[in-house]
């Protein structure tokens, strides 16, 4: 059997080699494959908005909206590059994986449950956004404002399903 000795490489030479394998920059999240899943739920109506992308496919963004009077709504489409950028940026900033991540559960008070799970390929995370602190300014704040807005687009109104 031949040792790295034998060959006139020693231990120490290759101990740096080791060393970068193992420190190799791990892929950034969101860039190769994610999921952002938002549920807004209440006696009012029930909302799911789903942005995917799989193996650095598009990005594909599907609505589903009941309202309690309304008539079912479901919109599909694919982002745009730069719709990409600006989201993958906000779930960046908005550290999903880090902090606070419970909420609370006030449908029985005419208010909404709404929940916010997201996948980076790697972890998951589910986050309550509803009477959550974390979601009441900055970045988290941010990125449920523009998320509830894309829900508000495709279904055409300016409330949502849920009576807030």
């Not at 006139?8 to 101990?15: D, P, V």
Request: aromatic content about 6%.
């Amino acid at each position: 059997m031949r040792t790295a000795n034998s060959r006139g490489l020693s231990l120490a030479a290759l101990l740096p080699l080791i060393s970068c394998a193992l420190q190799a920059a791990p892929p950034q999240p969101y860039s190769r494959q994610f999921r952002v899943h938002l549920v807004d739920d209440s006696a009012w109506g029930h909302c799911e908005l789903e942005i995917s992308r799989w193996e650095g496919g598009p990005v594909k963004e599907t609505v589903q909206c009941r309202n309690e009077d309304g008539p079912y709504h479901k919109g599909d489409r694919v982002l745009s590059s730069q719709d990409v950028s600006s989201l993958t940026a906000a779930l960046h900033e908005a550290k999903l994986f880090e902090g606070q991540f419970w909420g609370a559960d006030l449908r029985g008070l005419d208010a909404a449950l709404v929940s916010l799970t997201v996948d980076d390929g790697a972890r998951v995370a589910t986050v309550i956004a509803s009477s959550n602190p974390t979601f009441e300014g900055g970045a988290r704040q941010l990125l449920l404002t523009d998320l509830v807005g894309r829900v508000r687009r495709s279904i055409g109104t300016s409330s949502g399903p849920t009576k807030r």
